[in-house]
Nanobody
Framework: QVQLVESGGGLVQPGGSLRLSCAAS????????MGWYRQAPGKQRELVAS???????NYADSVKGRFTISRDNAKNTVYLQMNSLKPEDTAVYYC??????????????WGQGTQVTVSS
């Protein structure tokens, strides 16, 4: 059974930075596209960044230029470096393996996510 375990969230002031990590177990990690999603209160979960097996990245317009996704296949881990954080970035962040380009379909059960709160 594949497990996705997110970590690294917390409370940060506007303009601050956080680095999220997602460790995957039980799968051939390196061949799949990985994505970071977020879900704010009262909103649908959205794909904010993805990285293919070859390292090609894609970002939602709302985070472009501020967030950077990366992966370490040797560690079965994907990262999300978040800079210049804004209050509207407040959400629970999840990782998964998107099947389609919009990230509406995913390959794995959702993990518990990690809470990111941007507030002064």
């Amino acid at each position: 059974q594949v497990q996705l375990v997110e970590s690294g969230g917390g409370l940060v002031q506007p303009g601050g930075s956080l680095r999220l990590s997602c460790a995957a177990s039980g799968s051939i990690f390196s061949i799949y596209t990985m994505g970071w999603y977020r879900q704010a209160p009262g909103k649908q979960r959205e794909l904010v960044a993805s990285i293919t097996s070859r390292g090609l990245t894609n970002y939602a317009d709302s985070v472009k230029g501020r967030f950077t996704i990366s992966r370490d296949n040797a560690k079965n881990t994907v990262y999300l470096q978040m800079n210049s954080l804004k209050p509207e970035d407040t959400a629970v962040y999840y990782c998964n393996q998107p099947i389609d380009s919009e990230g509406l379909l995913v390959r794995r059960p959702w993990g518990q996510g990690t809470q990111v709160t941007v507030s002064s």
